[in-house]
């Protein structure tokens, strides 16, 4: 790998929140979210309706995952025909029930990253040593992310109605002018430490069997640029959150890199990160009154040591 | 079993709301919970600080349990000596990454029951046949909760603190007349369609050792009369969360039978029950400030089939 | 499905030896293997040389599994970086421990089917109600089969290298006189109660690459007709080894019927099947010194109420 | 700690294998394990009588495991239940089937240990790096002992009846002479490269519920001193087999260090490790017809990059 084609030389001149809330801090841009964003959040709620963006997990068919994972199961334990058979008792009274039991990543289905989930240079965010993520997350886990959840007022940017598609193609880029654009078409702003929610579709295509994921996967996304990335801090963006597996295109197409905005956003400014979000109902509702703020209200699971989290969104309108 | 020890005989006159959401009904007293709620639950903030209300989960130590389940694990996939050691390898441009997985009972940490989760005489919610538990929930179970969210008015009460004890005895009880006097005490009032939040201490307890969970293992909690159900069936009370590991006291103290509010509350009235809150920290607050209700929102993980979902509730005060 | 599209049909007049070893077998075709098969298992040993036939288990690139079946996984627990990181202590004295955990199919790798794995009209081997698979195998599940134990004399047939080809093709088949022909040429004799080891070069060609498991997966094999379950019956085998997933052919070339030998040969004569073994390396061997028979010896892991369990056979020359 | 209190320290006199069988050894004492020893095993049947070694794994009740571990447990998968409900279709021409899944530790239940699995001094079996264990194990791993096999003369020594009693008390122990004293009073001799396996009536403890696992766990065993490390190492043992969780008293008694011999045996001296096996039906066999050699087959699963695999293994009398 020469010089040139690594994340440091491309990253050299971006900016960087490291030390910006303390040596110890472990949430990084949510520090924005506070008690007057909380406020701004609730004031966008105009039709007191609800939506929840979370899929499905352990589904029967294998849920969607990023090639290097599998998907997450679901196991019975008990059910009537146990009871019938044998294996468990009513209880005093006669009460019976069904239990169940669940495996796969801390990053299953719609999930939240931890600020350290990935890296380079053996640094992570804030400037903890790789050597923290060993045997389980010391620093930049998941937990501080649960303990504080992520509240504010949302924007929802519906880049696939936006240019006319269900979904957008395979390894098709966008970037943060095509979020000013789209959020002028939609007429709504986004404001300043806007918790912000672009739709691709992907997820939905996914679903639908439309997409496959394979040898070559190439997500739709997000694309860097050093533009963008400052436009990201400028803005204080506190959660990017999309319908995409990775919430970026996977590859930077000048040079070939591989989650680029990982390193730039989440590793550099703090962002976090919730990914595989479910969309596409509330786009369709969006489209149908135009009202595409609202309150957005999301604490993913508080996985000790966890690099993420399983986390079911709710907005509301 | 005598016919005068079975939950079939102890419920004979005791209110049911099977039929009364429709046929396919799946989600039981949320359907309570309609934009009005939301609404005045939006209206309960006035300082627009956040509490998140999850547990840690897969914990080093091992998890509290409800006696016959195992405690949630966490295992690394990837961690940076991972990487040193040549079993995974940097992404184009330098990126590496932590990753890992967890496994354990789908009512992890803190959680929500699917309102098919418990039963007496082969039948669930609504009617649906306790087979319908076999090889997974196919009604009744965590998805349409999950998809609804649960979102509304809540109130704080603080059982524990008003009895003057860090935490409630083993087998320590309260009935609906505590929780009023208790509401009395605290100032606040609980309305019709209040999503309850009730502290006994017990989580806390069972964290910092001061209980275990053992042979003879017996909950503090809320404990059956006819009044006790049917004051929750008249205030509409759609959810009910609280810091033990099953919402109510182990044995109903005069039958010996077991959990009889899961059967009086959770299948016969739709109850949504959301189990093992840590309400420590929201109590405390409340104890200082004396506002003790607030905006709740909550949605818990997806589970396909599921017969609960792990969730970590946010209050907004 | 039409009456003569049903194993029930296809085998109506095939053989069956269900009550032979009484109403509470739950080993089949075992019960031939007596003392005087062990005796003539040793008799076969002439070069005191070993060999096993598992493969391994839960590899990083995914192991190969029967469509539907998802591969086994392996998680570190402990290893030195968790000891560095302070996740672990060294116990008194000093000593350190790397531990690690797996989850897999009962079925995973080389493994034992129990013989109620598989059945057809509600009835597991030797009449036994389907209901008692609920929940976990009560009866002809793999616990009595590890308890017992394979051992006795075995023959190679090696049908990949008798057809001259590194591994059989897709779908291609072979039937009880394949083998007598290939047992000639390879001057061995199939005696009766001979455990039977059958190459087809099939998970060589998988763990190679050469061909890959996808939507219309079918494995080279043995493939059904009357004649050759009354060979088997007749020649009593006891055991079924070969290294395809699923011991025969996917689909009866007629009748388009599914894994028809699984109930001809595993639910109705009880003979035990041993799936994925490696027998690559003894075959070659075998080509190279002529010996083609030689002692057997395997005993799966003993999964309660399991419905097969993980093997790693010893074959000794 | 002081110098005087660590295993370097204890062990700086006692005997090392490492380099004994080249730098890249990773199967240790399994090298004594020749023809000449298989041969011997064989001559050493007489009955033609077969015991299978290997206890439930999965059971309900939960296994029963070392401290620091958690239970093996099994799921179903597909039943007929499942079938019933319709998570399941039968296949063409009829046929239906349960599966299941396994998850537990690579040592569960009976089961092998890798010569990495424990060390102290940052220095594997061999001199391998103790960070060689990182992410799975890279060196002396249970891969190439599963490879190989365990196969040759065994002799089983019944402490616990020699000494007249069910099983050892806790923290009971003995050494080499003890064994020698035992062998002569069963009239078998310990042949230098015998397979030793030893009852101490421990497991069969625990499975009665004579013996429970809990704070201060402290099983009976072989227990250290140098003469006894030097009688191994004189006598060639390759395997040793016990029917306790750790196949040595928990603590040495003199100095309180822990699992002295894991260091002095399998780390210092390549001895594999067998633990946790299932000797009370043998041993009731072979004090009834005074036989107490045989041969003995066992092989563990090949877990890719494990600390240990699960074994059943075989003794033929």
């Known amino acids: 790998m020469s010089d040139t084609e690594t994340l440091a030389h491309l990253l050299a001149e971006a900016p960087s929140n490291w030390g910006r809330w303390g040596a ?24 007191h309706r609800t939506f929840t963006l979370g899929v499905p997990v352990a589904t029967p068919a294998g849920d969607h995952v990023f090639p290097g994972r599998w998907p997450a199961r ?59 993520t ?6 930049a886990g998941i937990e501080p992310i649960a303990a504080r959840g992520v509240v504010g007022r949302s924007v929802l940017i519906d880049m696939a109605r936006f240019r006319g598609k269900p979904a957008l193609a395979r390894a098709e880029t966008f970037d943060h002018r095509d979020l000013l654009e789209c959020a002028r078409a939609q007429g709504v702003e986004i404001q300043p430490r806007s918790i912000l929610l672009v739709r691709t579709g992907w997820v939905g295509a996914l679903r639908s069997g439309a997409e496959t994921i394979g ?4 997500e739709p996304g997000l694309t860097f640029s050093l533009d963008l990335v400052r436009w990201f801090d400028e803005m204080q963006i506190p959660c990017l959150v999309t319908d995409s597996l990775a919430n970026e295109t996977t590859y930077e197409p000048r040079t070939g890199m591989m989650l680029v905005l990982h390193a730039a956003l989440m590793r550099n400014l703090g962002v976090v990160f919730t990914e595989m979000a479910w969309l596409d109902d509330l786009a369709a509702d969006c489209a149908a009154d135009r009202q595409y703020d609202g309150f957005y209200c999301a604490s993913p699971t508080r996985v000790s040591k966890g690099t993420g989290g399983s986390v079911n969104p709710v907005f509301i309108k």
């Open 134 to 139: 060993n045997g389980g997350m010391t620093r």
């Open 215 to 218: 040898d070559g996967y190439w």
């Open 24 to 47: 110890d801090d472990e949430i990084g841009a949510l520090n924005y979210l506070t008690g007057a964003e909380v406020k701004s959040g609730l004031a966008a709620v105009r039709q």
């Open 74 to 132: 679901h196991y019975m334990v008990a059910d009537k025909a146990g009871f019938e058979a044998g294996h468990w008792h009513p209880m005093p009274g006669g009460l019976e029930f069904a239990d169940d039991y669940v495996s796969g990543f801390a990053q299953a289905g719609t999930h939240c990253d931890a600020l350290g989930h990935m890296w380079f240079d053996d640094t992570l965010w804030n400037g903890y040593p790789a050597a923290s």
